[in-house]
Structure formats: C-alpha cells, structure tokens
C-alpha cells in the first residue's frame, strides 16, 4: 500500500514570495492533516479535512496561509507572503474514517525562508 | 500551561538499560492517548496506544492515569534502534486532530 506522499521534499525561499506544497494522502481515508512542525517541537495541526471539507482551522495563520483538497483526494497548502518563523517541516498526514486514531504522516517539506 | 508536556530529555542510557518517559496534559476532556517515535528527519509514527488499564507491547509498557492526568512509556532492554524521539499525543473529542508533546529524545548507545 502507498504511504502519503508530499513533494517537494525541500523548498528554499526568501521572506515575503509565496510557496506552495501538495500532499495526496492514503487511497480511501477521507481524513487530511496539515502540520507544522518547527525544530525542536512536536507537530502542531494548521489545517484539518474531512473529504473536501474543513473540519478544524483554528490554527492557521489564515492571513497568509491557505490550504484545500477541491475533490476530496489531494490537497495543496500555500503559505504568502512567507515570514522567517515560517520555517519549519510541512507534514501531511491521513486516517480512515474507521480509526481516526491512526494517522499515517507523510516524509514533509522541508522549508526554510531566508 | 502547555496542552501536553513531556521531560525535556535527551536521555542519553547504555544498551539494555530501562528507560521510562514521563508525560501529563492540561485537558480533563481528553479522550485518546498515544505514543508517537520519530527518527531523526523522519515523520512521526504511531508507536501503541495507552489504555487506562495499562497496555504492553514486546518490551514496551504504557500506562495512562487520568486522575492525575499523567502517561507513562517504559523501555525494557534498550536496543540501538530504539535511539529516537518519543512524542505523547492525546485527542479531545474523537473525530478531531491530535495534539502532540515536543517529545522527548532517546540516544542508546553500545
């Protein structure tokens, strides 16, 4: 079975241009994660779906940061402007509906804004 | 106070030795607890589950104490490959996300 997949794997910008990063998840889990995970702390959620649909957006930064999954299959997070804070590891992760317990991560991006 | 917090590590112990990590969260709503290993530069991975009753997996044993809000991971004989950071996870009502510790690093050496 694949796992999640997330490109790209590193991504070098400076403050202030914009970026973008994909995730397709595990076929058949309807459930989505986006998560920051800055060096040294534990993975923080950004964005949480639940096929096409936000379930949770409480902790994006929703001033420059966006995120959706129009079909219900991949999604794309976008980050613009970017800020030097912003570096960090972009992880994707999924679950089937039937255990929600279990989320699969994807390898992550790797960004670091200069 | 943070949601979930975990020693701050690193634990740096011989091969064999017993190591136990320690971990409490803030919410007395919190309804699912987890270990998570990440390796290095790796993504996070489900370790086991903690039940309240304690679970035990190979040389792995969790315990959860929801009174004093507190989760335990113990290590048995420490292998290399267990070298590693491990994270402590709970979820709030189900269906939502989860909310990870910093972790804490493990380093086994020979």
């Known amino acids: 079975e694949a796992g999640v997949a997330q490109s790209p794997r590193y991504k070098i910008i400076e403050k202030r241009q914009s970026v973008a990063f994909w995730c397709n998840p595990i076929s058949g889990h309807a459930t989505l994660y986006w998560y920051q995970q800055i060096l040294g702390q534990g993975p923080k959620l950004l964005i949480q779906f639940q096929n096409n649909g936000v379930v949770d957006d409480s902790q994006l930064p929703k001033d420059r940061f966006s995120a959706e999954r129009l079909k219900g299959v991949d999604s794309t997070l976008k980050i613009q402007p970017a800020k030097l804070e912003d570096s960090a590891v972009y992880l994707c992760?999924?679950?089937?509906?039937?255990?929600?317990?279990?989320?699969?991560f994807g390898p992550g991006t790797r960004l670091t804004v200069l | 106070r943070k949601e979930v917090e975990q020693d701050p590590g690193p634990f740096n112990v011989p091969e064999g030795a017993t190591v136990a990590f320690n971990c409490t969260y803030s919410n007395s709503a919190s309804q699912s607890f987890f270990w998570y290993r990440q390796d290095c530069r790796k993504e996070p991975k489900l370790l086991m589950s903690v039940y309240s009753s304690g679970n035990e997996d190979g040389r792995f044993t969790a315990q959860l104490n929801r009174a004093s809000q507190y989760i335990s991971l113990l290590i048995r004989d420490s292998k290399l490959s267990d070298s590693a950071t491990y994270l402590c996870v709970v979820r709030v009502p189900a269906g939502t996300a989860l909310i990870f510790g910093k972790g804490t690093t493990l380093s086994v050496s020979s």
């Open positions: 992760a999924s679950s089937h509906r039937d255990n929600p317990n279990e989320q699969f």
